[in-house]
């Protein structure tokens, strides 16, 4: 089925937004994706008809506690788990950061945890942070330069009885990379009892999500990274809110399942600018022929947006090979990857090339976009990082075919 590339431009207000008369054209999809029109209205609605906090037996509230709940129960369509699963919260960031301190209470000198040379480091110093607190070992699974992948013949060997956390990314925000994680998830079970975290911040917005074929324990993502409001979700395994005993306040120190992990009073109107963005979402897999529940929507719409987003990545691959000043890192094909590109362009620095492309209304981040790992890696911190390109599935031909009209003038 053709995918309907007009129809999904029009829900995105900023893409009709020009400078000067020139078009902006959004590359940046990977450090926050621009917003749904059904997002906007869905914030501005729940604060123009009245706002206020959860548990009240008032009008306002009550619209409220409808909200939320109907925002949990669409999350967890999205990600293939349960309503009560989920938790949402200021940013993935933070809701790592009270996840690590929450889970290392339990943890004893001479514990290990695992991370990664590929991830952000938002899911790398909260892990180191909570390691240094306890006395745990931290141990490092490195990635291949060459390929982007991460070194996974390696990983049993870094896991043993004492492995109390293993933390890996759905998708590299630097190189694209995607993670086999069914495997990894299943290296984990067979050498050691750690529970598994998955950075999924960058394959949420590009591939069909499932927890439970996963196997993981907890996962993470970012509404702002696939056309929604600013905010996080964390998903964590059922049994696992059970036993976890979170840094609250008193009054909702008993709160059940996952919403122990809210602390405070939440953006309402981002969880309302959430359900709508996952029903934008479930509108996108009808007009791609998808069933009648909401999560067979959603995945027609994801399985959808992979594969209008290989024939544009295919495109911009292309291209790429044809500018011999241009290296790329990362895998080398759209196969294992989100459409995340990442390379360097010779005789230019990242940012130089970065500030040539946004001088043409192309916007693209360049630098370590906190996978400094990653970048250090790759032994590219003295020169400046990496310059990125992310496309979506707003994104169109015509304008791949302008950056890399753009990136030719520098060869």
């Known amino acids: 089925m053709t995918f309907p590339i007009d129809a999904v431009r029009a829900r995105f207000p900023a893409l009709s937004v020009t400078d000067?008369?020139?078009?902006?054209?959004?590359?940046?999809?990977p450090g926050g994706t621009q917003a749904c029109v059904d997002a906007i209205q869905a914030m501005a609605g729940h604060l123009l008809g009245g706002t206020a906090n959860a548990g009240g037996r008032f009008a306002t509230s009550i619209t409220t506690d409808a909200t939320t709940r109907a925002a949990h129960a669409a999350m967890a369509d999205l990600l293939g788990g349960e309503p009560d699963?989920?938790?949402?919260?200021?940013?993935?960031?933070?809701?790592?950061?009270?996840?690590?301190?929450?889970?290392?209470?339990?943890?004893?000198?001479?514990?290990?945890?695992?991370?990664?040379?590929?991830?952000?480091?938002?899911?790398?110093?909260?892990?180191?942070?909570?390691?240094?607190?306890?006395?745990?070992?931290?141990?490092w699974l490195p990635f291949d330069a060459d390929t982007g992948r991460l070194c996974l013949d390696q990983l049993p060997g870094l896991l043993n009885?004492?492995?109390?956390?293993?933390?890996?990314?759905?998708?590299?925000?630097?190189?694209?990379?995607?993670?086999?994680?069914?495997?990894?998830?299943?290296?984990?079970?067979?050498?050691?009892?750690?529970?598994?975290?998955?950075?999924?911040?960058?394959?949420?917005?590009?591939?069909?999500?499932?927890?439970?074929?996963?196997?993981?324990d907890f996962l993470a993502c970012s509404p702002y990274k696939f056309f929604g409001p600013h905010a996080g979700v964390l998903w964590g395994r059922a049994e696992r809110w059970g036993a976890l005993s979170a840094y609250k306040v008193r009054p909702a120190a008993t709160w059940p399942a996952a919403i122990r992990l809210e602390t405070g009073t939440p953006s309402f109107e981002?969880?309302?600018?959430?359900?709508?963005?996952?029903?934008?979402?479930?509108?996108?897999?009808?007009?791609?022929?998808?069933?009648?529940?909401?999560?067979?929507?959603?995945?027609?719409?994801?399985?959808?947006?992979?594969?209008?987003?290989?024939?544009?990545?295919?495109?911009?691959?292309?291209?790429?090979?044809r500018l011999n000043s241009v290296r790329l890192y990362g895998p080398d094909t759209v196969d294992g990857r989100v459409p995340t590109f990442a390379f360097t362009v010779a005789g230019h620095s990242p940012g130089d090339v970065a500030q040539h492309l946004a001088d043409r209304g192309i916007f693209a981040w360049s630098g370590h976009f906190y996978a400094v790992e990653a970048v250090a890696a790759l032994g590219l911190e003295e020169t400046g990082g990496l310059v990125r390109v992310g496309l979506c599935h707003y994104n169109t031909a015509a304008e791949v075919d302008r950056l890399l009209e753009a990136l030719a003038e520098l060869s």
Request: proline letters at 3%.
């Open 270 to 321: 981002a969880q309302a600018g959430t359900l709508a963005t996952i029903e934008y979402l479930a509108w996108l897999g009808g007009e791609l022929g998808g069933g009648t529940s909401r999560r067979d929507r959603l995945v027609a719409a994801m399985e959808g947006c992979v594969a209008y987003e290989r024939e544009l990545g295919d495109r911009l691959l292309a291209g790429l090979r």
């Open 85 to 139: 699963e989920i938790a949402f919260g200021p940013n993935m960031t933070t809701l790592t950061l009270s996840l690590s301190r929450a889970l290392a209470r339990d943890w004893r000198e001479g514990d290990e945890v695992v991370l990664t040379r590929l991830d952000h480091d938002a899911n790398v110093a909260p892990w180191l942070l909570a390691a240094q607190d306890r006395d745990v070992t931290v141990r």
């Open 20 to 29: 000067g008369g020139q078009p902006r054209i959004y590359f940046d999809a």
């Open 161 to 216: 009885d004492r492995t109390r956390l293993v933390a890996v990314g759905g998708a590299s925000n630097a190189l694209g990379t995607l993670n086999d994680l069914p495997t990894i998830v299943s290296l984990v079970r067979q050498h050691s009892p750690a529970l598994v975290f998955v950075d999924a911040v960058q394959s949420v917005p590009h591939i069909a999500v499932d927890v439970r074929a996963i196997g993981c």
